[in-house]
């Protein structure tokens, strides 16, 4: 099992900046997908970064310029920083943690959510 722990949430006023973190632990033999999504209320769950294995990011038009993603591979733990806040930024953030766990051949898969941390914008 791969555990993931978030913080870092918070009420902001619009144009600031939180940064949010997540620490995955447990048996982890290789991380190869790092992401961060948000789910508003009513409204689906959408990805708002990602961060390969190799370091390639992905993010959506709505935050690309304010959002920047990145990773300690040190620690396991993926970071988003959220500049330039927007009262639409408001939603619940999830951390999305994908690799290979165990010491020994063969490798188990593994596909990990975090508990969400709440991301409020005020106007």
């Known amino acids: 099992q791969v555990q993931l722990v978030e913080s870092g949430g918070g009420l902001v006023q619009a144009g600031g900046s939180l940064r949010l973190s997540c620490a995955a632990s447990?048996?982890?033999?290789?991380?190869?997908?790092m992401g961060w999504y948000r789910q508003a209320p009513g409204k689906q769950r959408e990805l708002v970064a990602a961060?390969?294995?190799?370091?390639?990011?992905n993010y959506p038009d709505s935050v690309k310029g304010r959002f920047t993603i990145s990773r300690d591979h040190a620690k396991n733990t993926v970071y988003l920083q959220m500049n330039s806040l927007k009262p639409e930024d408001t939603a619940v953030y999830y951390c999305?943690?994908?690799?290979?766990?165990?010491?020994?051949?063969?490798?188990?898969?593994?596909?990990?959510w975090g508990q969400g941390t709440q991301v409020t914008v005020s106007s």
């Open positions: 447990g048996r982890i033999f290789t991380i190869n997908y």
């Open positions: 999305n943690v994908q690799g290979s766990t165990g010491s020994t051949y063969p490798l188990a898969p593994f596909d990990s």
């Open positions: 961060i390969s294995r190799g370091g390639t990011t």
